[in-house]
Each structure stands twice: as C-alpha cells, then as structure tokens.
C-alpha cells in the first residue's frame, strides 16, 4: 500500500487539474447538439487526463474503489456517466514437473479478491485461451485491529474466545485457520478449537499469532478461516508452538465475522507440455453486473501441476456510485492503464440529459 501522505498529495493535485480541465471543457458541453457530437471527444478526452496521471494509477493499484467516484465526480455533475474496470492480473505461473503431456488437469489455488468486484466476471486465461472455472466462495473472516503505542517487533500475541460462524453455510475446517498482520500471513498456534453447533458452523477458539512488526497507531489484522468445502481440506495450514510475550498497553478490538472476499478458484488446464511453464492471466469487473454460470469440478487430489501465485495480497476494495445504467443512447470510451501486475481497462460511459 502507498503512503497516505503521498496519496493526498496525489489526490490534491488531481483536484486542481480537474478542475481547470472542466472549465476548459463546460462550455463544450453547454452546446451539445441533439445528436452528441461532441460528447465522444469530452469522454476521450477526460479519461486520456486521467489515465496519465499517477493518482489514478495508485487507486486502481490499492483496488481504492470509493476513490472511483472522486476521480468522475465533476464529468457526472454535468452528464449521466458510467464508470467499469476490467483487471487483468499476470499473477499466475503454473508448471508441469512430469516428462509427459498433461491433458485436463485442474488446478486449484485461494485467492484474495478486493470487495465489490462482479464475482461472475472473474476468469483464468492463458495465450490460449480462457479457461473452464469453479470459484466456490467459502471463506470467512473477523476483522481485527490492533493498537498500540509504540512500535513492537518480534512478538506472539494470545486471543481468547474468538467466535467463528459460517451463518450456516457449512462446517468450520479447523485446519484452515490463518491471520493477516497489515496484509502479512503470520504464524498461528491453534490452542483451543471447541464446536458450538451440531452442524459444526460455528465455533469459539482461542489462538496465539506471531507479530514480526506492529507500527505505533492503528494495526489492520485479519483472522481467515473456510468450511469444509474448501480447497483447505487438500491444503491444510500449519500450526506452530508459539509461546505468549506480554505488551503493556496494547488494545484488541475484534469485529464480528463475516463472509470474505477471498475465494477458492479451481480452473481446468486443456494441456500442458514436459516441464512446460505457463504465465496465465487472472481477470474481473468491476462496475458490471454478468450473468453466468460456473463449472463444478471435482477435486479429490491435488493436481501434479505446481502452481505460483506471483501477488495474493489483502485487499480492501469497497463500491463507488458511478456503476448504474441510464436510459437512453450511450457513448462508450475505454483507456488501458498499466499498473504493476499487469493493466486494468478503464470504460466510461456516458449519456446526453
């Protein structure tokens, strides 16, 4: 993640250069024709400005989408806009170790997408072409956050009765259990599992997590945990013997759970060559609204192919309001911004009053 300082400088910068691209641009659209002529070059326009500066790339790369509607909200003061983003990710290798052909295998891996995305947009491809997936959506998590006053390094950290639910969605796999400390996956000790429901959905646990750093102020931690449908009953976590180091003034503060925005994808590979390394492409939407149906495999042993996610960080995500479809004829612009997975395509839409 950026550093907010430069964040807002960014986003004070854009602000005056808005601005002065609006007043430049207002009297273009107070003579608009019937026919909108001249709406196809402001929308060109506008998102080629926004596509250059370096405050746009920062909120597409943060997955900053409440930003979205900052970025348009002077265009959507004057005409009905839409705004859509298409992520495509190069974050995936997979390699076949095998001196054979491989044909059909699937593969399977958990992922962490931002929240607000069009679940049904997500897609795997390589320079082949897409592929068949199932994306089972069986992850749950409690937000935690942390406080403290002074920096902290090297440490193990005990909480108690921590209250796991799957709001009856399945059984809790206890072996599944993992804990993010600003975004980074630290070593878990599971020191008490006990079940609180026939059916296994809910739980009460008490664990002791490793810290190699807190930072002075405000700690962003997560505790992730998936049922028994899950891809994590193939690949269980690994739980360590950590023992508990006492912090003076240190403040927890536990959400309650919640359904995740992280995911189990599973993806057909149509064929992979002896020892052949595949770059695949990881793709979704955001600001649409597809409707599709997935396939449904059947996973009962891991696959020989290996499988290298290049970035699964956490990710915030969030909505923005520029997302709705107007009546009317549409004009439709799109710019390609390059971000450092891989580029994101930008489309704006826009409609006359």
């Known amino acids: 993640m950026k550093g907010f300082t430069r964040m807002t400088e960014a986003l004070i910068s854009l602000i005056i250069l808005m601005f002065v691209f609006l007043q430049v ?15 196809i ?21 943060n997955y900053d989408f409440p930003q979205i509607d900052f970025l348009f909200s002077k265009l959507a003061e004057r005409i009905p806009i839409k705004v859509e983003l298409e992520y495509n990710l190069k974050n995936i290798e997979i390699f076949n ?7 059909d295998q699937i593969i399977a891996f958990t992922y962490n997408f931002p929240s607000g995305i069009d679940e049904n947009s997500i897609r795997i491809a390589s320079e082949e ?29 005990t909480i108690d009765d921590l209250y796991l639910d799957t709001f009856g969605e399945g059984k809790i796999n206890n072996r599944s259990i993992k804990f993010f400390v600003n975004g980074v996956k630290a070593k878990v000790e599971l020191r008490n599992y006990v079940e609180l429901s026939p059916d296994g959905s809910k739980a009460k646990i008490n664990i002791t997590f490793n810290i190699p750093e807190l930072a002075a ?16 009953t193939l690949f269980p976590e690994t739980y360590f013997s950590l ?4 912090f003076p003034n240190l403040t927890i503060l536990v959400g309650a759970p919640e359904k995740s925005h992280t995911f189990d994808i599973l993806a057909k590979v149509p064929q992979i060559g002896a020892y052949e390394r595949k770059d695949l492409t990881l793709s979704f939407k955001v ?28 990710k915030d995500g969030g909505s923005y309001i520029a997302t709705k479809t107007y009546s009317g004829k549409a004009y439709v612009y799109e710019t390609t911004v390059s971000i450092d997975e ?12």
């Not at 405000?218 to 992730?224: A, H, P, V």
């Not at 930008?346 to 006359?352: E, F, I, P």
């Open 41 to 61: 070059p402001l929308l060109s326009s506008y998102l080629n400005t926004m596509s250059r500066l370096d405050s746009t790339k920062e909120v597409l790369e």
């Open 129 to 157: 072409g897409e592929y068949q997936i199932e994306v089972r959506k069986v992850w749950f998590r409690i937000p935690i956050r942390i406080e403290t006053p002074t920096s902290i390094e090297n440490g193990n950290i």
């Open 287 to 314: 600001g649409t609204s597809e409707r599709r149906v997935f396939g449904k495999f059947n996973l009962q042993n891991p696959s020989s192919l290996i499988v290298n996610l290049l970035e699964n960080s956490i």
């Open 217 to 232: 102020g405000l700690n962003k931690c997560y505790l992730y945990y998936s049922t028994n449908d899950s891809i994590s």
């Open 25 to 39: 641009t207002s009297s273009l659209l107070a003579q608009q024709s019937s026919e909108d002529v001249t709406l």
């Open 97 to 103: 170790p095998t001196n054979q052909t491989l044909s």
């Open 243 to 246: 023992e508990e180091t006492t």
């Open 342 to 353: 891989g580029f994101v395509k930008v489309r704006l839409y826009g409609w006359s009053r």
